[in-house]
């Protein structure tokens, strides 16, 4: 994994060829461009129609049964298409929103029973009014001054019809009004069959409509292309009867770059990154299977141009702060069987297989140390037996995983300092760098050393300390007395990092600290099961199934949850914070939206 070398390009060519050019070095998609001129912000753009589109695609991408598409060649009018599953997304909505209603509305009248309305005039002008009112509040009933009746009974309800001209107050009493309207109960099911049988037919029409997906996706890519395409040309330079591009592009893309412009009235030069220059930073990996490590760095920053790809790093040490998070092997082969039963739906996309390799490395992980801690869903294998020999990490010990997680964290911000230190290895503000990793050295030497090593550790601090110290003030260019006075501020200004080290390297016991609290909730919820079954024999074996599934299943997903925001929070803010200080923008390659069959 390393950051791809880019070169600068400037294409030019014909001005009456420029549309073709575009299309064709849109299809080539190694071009990173740069606007050249400021684009027009009035540019047309037909926002509603493409929105209209998109959802006409969700709505069939969607759909529950999807047939056999239609392929390329088929007679396709995308306006007719677009305009009937648009019918389509609309009639279904207004037959879903009768159904519910009805479904609510019959819930209301089917506690009332089968009855009709008497014609208004019977009534004299009267109306039932209808109210359910609970039990415990029939003493609300004495204070009506309206005529009422109670017309049914229900163990926990009172059906009352109040008789009124007009609608009675709102707080007439507490509860509110139930709503029957004029329809009996045998219409309103009536009505409800008819509006299901609409909705399976209109169902049955979206399922035939997915057989044009492919082909309006096609549509919806040609349209994002077309207009990529037309931002691009307002944004190059236009003199005469010539234009010209410029951009970024990988130098491994040269070649293809030379063969398009051959194969065009277009002529391209290329040049090497300047000092000045901000080239996009491209992550790349010799097996794209393996880039999961990209995908986790992109997510928090994009590294500049000029410094380090560490995405093998994030994603080994992401796995290994999952795995000390999680503590557990059974809690891993759960995430093994999950990983192995979505491995092929995941290997249909690219990101998907990426995604796989990084659980397949995060369950090895949380399996090999859930073996090491020896714990097994909370569950400790016996005294004496292969998998407690196997088992010499004890994460209730907090002497011993304290001083494991600071050594891990202490490796961990070495590693970035390293690295930092190797990019700015020609200048002496390499030792600022180098010098930290003397003073963690010179810090573990006096807590974890014994003997010559641990009297070497006040040695090391005091030299990590002045090469800190030399390296803060290296930056500083002496042109006069004051500067050296200047340049001792600085230096003294580096060592303060001192405090944001230690604070770094402490923050690392948080996977003693989650590790232990997973352990303990696992061992928990096995505790009180155990406890159930005793006290309540026969009914206690369900009841303990149930605390066992139900507590394993939330320790599982709050496992995951640290394991992830914690795991990811380590490598974002404590590891680049001390290896990567300087920020860059990503690659974005001027290419076309594939849309495969």
Same mark, same amino acid.
């Given at each position: 994994m390393s950051i791809a070398p880019m070169c600068r390009v400037t294409i030019c060519g014909p001005l009456a060829e420029k549309e073709p050019i575009l299309d064709a070095l849109q299809g080539l998609g190694v071009l990173h461009a740069v606007p050249l001129k400021a684009p027009d912000p009035l540019a047309p753009i037909d926002a509603a129609g493409r929105r209209r589109a998109e959802m006409a695609f969700r709505h069939i991408s969607e759909a529950p049964e999807q047939l056999r598409i239609y392929r390329k060649g088929t007679a396709f009018d995308v306006d007719a298409v677009i305009a009937a599953i648009t019918a389509n997304r609309l009639r279904l909505k207004q037959l879903s929103d009768r159904r519910d209603a009805l479904v609510a509305r019959i819930e209301d009248v089917s506690d009332w029973g089968e009855f009709r309305f008497p014609e208004p005039a019977a009534l004299g002008g009267q109306r039932f009014w209808f109210y359910c009112v609970p039990v415990r509040q029939r003493t609300t009933l004495a204070a009506l001054v309206l005529p009422w009746a109670i017309v049914g009974r229900a163990p926990d309800r009172l059906f009352v019809v109040v008789i009124a001209p007009d609608e009675p107050p709102v707080d007439l009493l507490p509860v509110h009004r139930v709503h029957m309207g004029a329809k009996p109960l045998t219409e309103l099911r009536d009505e409800l069959d008819a509006v299901e049988i609409e909705i399976e037919r209109s169902g049955a029409e979206r399922g035939e409509l997915t057989r044009w997906r492919l082909l309006l996706a096609q549509d919806l890519a040609a349209a994002e292309d077309r207009d990529a395409r037309n931002a691009l040309a307002a944004e190059t330079l236009d003199r005469e009867a010539l234009f010209a591009i410029a951009g970024w592009a990988p130098e491994a893309s040269r070649p293809q770059i030379e063969r398009f412009a051959g194969g065009s009235r277009a002529a391209v030069v290329f040049d090497a990154p300047g000092e000045d220059d901000r080239p996009p930073t491209l992550l790349q990996t010799a097996d794209p299977r393996f880039g999961a490590g990209s995908d986790l760095t992109n997510f928090y920053t994009t590294p500049s141009y000029r410094s380090w790809d560490p995405s093998f790093i994030v994603l080994v040490s992401f796995a290994i702060f999952f795995a000390m998070i999680m503590a557990d092997a059974g809690y891993a082969l759960v995430i093994g069987l999950i990983t192995a039963f979505y491995w092929k739906r995941m290997g249909a996309t690219a990101s998907g297989r990426r995604f796989r390799i990084m659980l397949a490395m995060i369950t090895v992980a949380c399996l090999v140390y859930g073996v090491m801690a020896g714990s097994y869903f909370g569950v400790a294998p016996r005294k004496g037996s292969f998998l407690a020999a196997m088992a010499p990490i004890d994460i209730t010990s907090f002497d011993a995983m304290m001083k494991l997680s600071v050594l891990i964290g202490a490796v961990h911000v070495g590693i970035a300092l390293a690295m930092a230190t190797w990019r700015k290895r020609s200048s002496l503000a390499a030792l600022s760098s180098g010098g930290w990793i003397v003073v963690i050295a010179g810090g573990l030497a006096m807590w974890?050393?014994?003997?010559?090593? $641990?009297?070497? +550790? &006040?040695?090391?601090?005091?030299?990590? /300390?002045?090469?800190? /110290? #030399? +390296?803060?003030?290296?930056?500083? !260019?002496? %042109?006069? &007395? $004051?500067?050296?006075?200047? !340049?001792?501020?600085?230096?003294?200004?580096?060592? %303060?990092? #001192? %405090? !944001?080290? /230690? +604070?770094?390297?402490?923050?690392?016991l948080r996977l003693f600290a989650l590790g232990l609290a997973s352990a303990s909730l696992a061992t928990t919820f096995n505790t009180m099961a155990t406890g159930v079954d005793l006290a309540r024999p026969g009914l206690g074996l369900l009841l303990s199934i149930l605390i066992l599934a139900f507590g394993h299943a939330i320790n599982f997903v709050i496992g995951i949850m640290g394991g992830v925001v914690h795991g990811l929070r380590l490598n974002y803010i404590e590891f680049f914070g001390w290896g990567l200080p300087d920020e860059g923008y990503p690659f974005s390659a001027f290419a076309k939206k594939e849309i495969r069959e």
């Open positions: 974890l050393g014994e003997g010559a090593l $641990k009297g070497a +550790g &006040p040695l090391l601090l005091v030299a990590g /300390f002045g090469a800190v /110290f #030399v +390296g803060g003030a290296a930056g500083r !260019k002496v %042109t006069g &007395p $004051k500067d050296w006075l200047l !340049k001792a501020v600085d230096g003294l200004m580096g060592l %303060t990092s #001192v %405090t !944001k080290l /230690f +604070g770094d390297i402490l923050s690392y």
